[in-house]
Nanobody, 125 residues
Framework: QLQASGGGLVQAGGSLRLSCAASGRTFSTYAVGWFRQAPGKEREFVATISRSGGSTYYADSVKGRFTTSRDNVKNTAFLQMNSLKPEDTAVYYC????????????????????WGQGTQVTVSS
């Protein structure tokens, strides 16, 4: 089970840190992805971190502004979001993947087995 938290309302240029807490499974056995969905739009890939945390992948739209990390002892993944823009407004979801080739398919939401409930991020201009 995954629980995303940390969303909120922030002004453009501000920062937020999302957390994704896992329970019930061995956290280090799966990659963790972050996706977001704005009203009327498809759910889109944001970032993924590998099982060990040694590899990270980002959407071009957030590269250089967002950073994902994880703490396998605390069973938690993080998404640090800096220099936020109004277009970053969305519900953010974390997801876990056991797919062996996730390093090739990290942006494919159908390769993720478990999803958190989502947390709202609103960036005002």
């Amino acid at each position: 089970q995954l629980q995303a938290s940390g969303g909120g309302l922030v002004q453009a240029g501000g920062s937020l840190r999302l957390s994704c807490a896992a329970s019930g499974r061995t956290f280090s056995t799966y990659a963790v992805g972050w996706f977001r969905q704005a009203p009327g739009k498809e759910r889109e890939f944001v970032a993924t971190i590998s099982r060990s945390g040694g590899s990270t992948y980002y959407a071009d739209s957030v590269k250089g502004r967002f950073t994902t990390s994880r703490d396998n002892v605390k069973n938690t993944a993080f998404l640090q979001m800096n220099s936020l823009k109004p277009e970053d407004t969305a519900v953010y979801y974390c997801a876990a993947s056991t797919y062996y080739a996730i390093s090739y398919y990290y942006a494919d939401r159908y390769k993720y087995d478990y999803w958190g409930q989502g947390t709202q991020v609103t960036v005002s201009s």
